[in-house]
């Protein structure tokens, strides 16, 4: 898990890298695309709401600044939040290198007491990024999430899909384990298996109603990078950007979040104007 930061003082918007290239549009770009494109799109569209062109992002699952570096790059201000002294110091270096070192923050704590290093209501945004796979109560996460979010702010939930591990699961031949992560209530195949519980659409959608917001978008993501054998992306010419396209594609499908390796949903807050 990971993730806060303050705010520093205003700052111009940064002449870095276009941001349709952070993350860049590589072979890891196929496990980020959909979720960068719907958060930049969100944090434009507040921008537009607020009049501000530096906004204010708690990240409550960053580590070492996969998102957050990059939101950085388009001029906001990130707090990031996470219990590993490791990863924050690979983001202060990642910050670092990519010049917006100023703009991001890291803090050691976690979900769970996110208001003993953060404070409520302060955030325009907060991304929650694999994180309640591993808290023990999910929906107190959630709740966390949103009690940070200022009026008309968004939530960016992207957590691990019941659907895409069972689908693995039998493709790879483990028919047992893909029955086992079907009937199991937490979606685990086994006393092996690295992530300790798994969602559904409708249970994400859920949590973040329960939360008190409105479900703006539900995406798929990894509906098929994580099936495609590797050596076709890596070798034939233009296969990463064309399994970009229909990643994107399938995402808004809903016939597709049911075997998507993650599921991202954006909430909104009450407040919100089409943010």
Do not use: I
Request: charged share 25%.
């Amino acid at each position: 898990m990971s993730d806060p930061m303050r705010p520093p003082a205003s700052h111009p918007r940064p002449q870095t890298a276009s941001p349709r290239s952070e993350p860049s549009r590589s072979r890891s770009a196929l496990r980020t695309a959909v979720v960068w494109d719907v958060l930049r799109d969100a944090l434009e569209r507040r921008v537009g709401a607020t009049g501000r062109q530096a906004l204010d992002v708690l990240d409550t699952g960053g580590g070492s600044g996969n998102f957050a570096v990059p939101v950085a790059g388009l001029g906001h201000r990130v707090t990031v939040v996470d219990p590993s002294p490791n990863a924050l110091f690979a983001l202060e270096r990642r910050a670092a290198e990519a010049g917006v070192a100023e703009r991001v923050r890291g803090v050691q704590g976690d979900a769970r007491g996110l208001f003993d290093v953060v404070e409520r209501g302060g955030y325009d945004a907060v991304l929650c990024h694999g994180v309640l796979e591993y808290v023990d109560d999910p929906a107190e996460g959630v709740r966390n999430a949103v009690a940070a979010l200022r009026e008309g702010g968004v939530l960016s939930l992207l957590a691990a899909g019941l659907g895409g591990a069972v689908l693995a699961r039998a493709l790879a031949g483990h028919f047992t384990e893909a029955r086992q992560a079907l009937s199991d209530p937490d979606g685990r195949w086994g006393t092996g298996d690295p992530v300790p519980r798994r969602f559904t659409a409708e249970q994400l959608t859920g949590l973040v109603e329960d939360a008190g917001l409105r479900v703006g978008a539900v995406h798929g993501v990894r509906v098929f990078a994580d099936l495609v054998p590797g050596v076709l992306v890596d070798t034939e010419p233009g296969a990463v950007e064309a399994l970009l396209k229909l990643e994107a594609a399938a995402a808004e499908l809903a016939a597709f979040h049911s075997v998507a390796t993650q599921l991202h949903v954006l909430g909104e807050t009450r407040g919100s104007n089409g943010a």
